[in-house]
Nanobody, 127 residues
Framework: QAQLVESGGGSVQAGGSLTLSCAAS??????????MGWFRQAPGQEREGVAA???????DAAESVKGRFTISQDNAKNTVYLQMNSLKPEDTAVYYC???????????????????WGQGTQVTVSS
């Protein structure tokens, strides 16, 4: 079965950095590859798109994280990363990896209607 497994979450102080990883496995073959991304959900808040990337490394990100977070991928390893710098307490959330098959784009990924989701990894930023 398809699986997305996040890792790299943890607790950091404001201003610190974390890198999240998402390893995808057993995704059905897609001749055009997959688009992948990250969402997050903080307590009492709705899930929000953070950043997304397509197979050719086109990216998009939420305005709240532009300049601080960078999404990247290693297609050979079926892994997507989220480098988070200058973390703020409001970044505290469970971060979810997501993937969608083509036709897709970073914008469609950030719309949230994706085929595959991970279980999430907790990121806690203390003030």
């Amino acid at each position: 079965q398809a699986q997305l497994v996040e890792s790299g979450g943890g607790s950091v102080q404001a201003g610190g950095s974390l890198t999240l990883s998402c390893a995808a496995s057993r995704l059905p073959y897609s001749s055009s590859g997959y688009c992948m991304g990250w969402f997050r959900q903080a307590p009492g808040q709705e899930r929000e798109g953070v950043a997304a990337i397509d197979y050719d490394d086109t990216t998009d990100a939420a305005e709240s994280v532009k300049g601080r977070f960078t999404i990247s991928q290693d297609n050979a390893k079926n892994t997507v990363y989220l480098q988070m710098n200058s973390l703020k307490p409001e970044d505290t959330a469970v971060y979810y990896c997501t993937a969608d098959a083509f036709p897709c784009s970073p914008k469609t990924v950030l719309a949230g209607l994706n085929r595959y989701w991970g279980q999430g990894t907790q990121v806690t930023v203390s003030s």
